[in-house]
T-cell receptor
Framework: AQSVAQPEDQVNVAEGNPLTVKCTYS??????LFWYVQYPNRGLQFLLK??????LVKGSYGFEAEFNKSQTSFHLKKPSALVSDSALYFC??????????FGKGTRLHILP | DTGVSQNPRHKITKRGQNVTFRCDPI?????LYWYRQTLGQGPEFLTY????????KSRLLSDRFSAERPKGSFSTLEIQRTEQGDSAMYLC????????????FGPGTRLTVL
């Protein structure tokens, strides 16, 4: 079965600093990977996806993610964090039938 | 707003009562998904539809849960004889139907069973 793991429950970053939210995956076959963000009292919002092609994927709000096959990782990154980036971030992988398997989430705190 | 909508946003009920939630997907999205999210966890898949056909149900979906999408547009999720363990956020998502498309999520319905 497909799965993803987010090893950090919480990440704290100072505003203006680069941020990384970690994700590793375990899949059979080709991985189809996603990042979603959840703000308080709002639904999950799609940030970016990796299907095939370039290992560096660019997404919404200045986020990007790097697919690393040898390390089975798909870390989310942003060069300069904003206080408004504070939210709950979910890594996810496509499973059979096109349903999505989510990680437990990482809470990102950007400190002013 | 042309996003996914869910109603109600909040539902408080007593144990043993039945509840029904509604999801309106993005227009012309063929696929509709239901997920459940509990505190401190990521969303967990419950079931999904391709048009009006329910194609898959998770083992999480006990016999007390039933979902329908009768005309291939909106969907309902009913929970019969609610239990306190059913308390969660119920999320609906839709996608255009092509493989590997991202899913667009609604704001969710928060269920509290007393």
């Amino acid at each position: 079965a497909q799965s993803v793991a987010q090893p950090e429950d919480q990440v704290n970053v100072a505003e203006g600093n680069p941020l990384t939210v970690k994700c590793t995956y375990s899949v059979s076959g080709n991985p189809y990977l996603f990042w979603y963000v959840q703000y308080p009292n709002r639904g999950l919002q799609f940030l970016l996806k990796y299907i095939t092609g370039d290992n560096l994927v660019k997404g919404s709000y200045g986020f990007e993610a790097e697919f690393n096959k040898s390390q089975t990782s798909f870390h989310l990154k942003k060069p300069s964090a904003l206080v408004s980036d504070s939210a709950l971030y979910f890594c996810a992988v496509r499973d059979e039938g096109d349903k999505i398997i989510f990680g437990k989430g990482t809470r990102l705190h950007i400190l002013p | 707003d042309t996003g996914v909508s869910q109603n109600p946003r909040h539902k408080i009920t007593k144990r043993g009562q039945n509840v029904t939630f509604r999801c309106d997907p993005i227009s012309e999205h063929n696929r509709l998904y239901w997920y459940r999210q509990t505190l401190g966890q990521g969303p967990e898949f419950l079931t999904y539809f391709q048009n009006e056909a329910q194609l898959e149900k998770s083992r999480l979906l006990s016999d007390r849960f039933s979902a329908e999408r009768p005309k291939g547009s909106f969907s309902t999720l009913e929970i019969q004889r609610t239990e306190q363990g059913d308390s969660a956020m119920y999320l609906c998502a839709s996608s255009p139907g092509e493989t590997n498309n991202e899913q667009f999520f609604g704001p969710g319905t928060r269920l509290t069973v007393l």
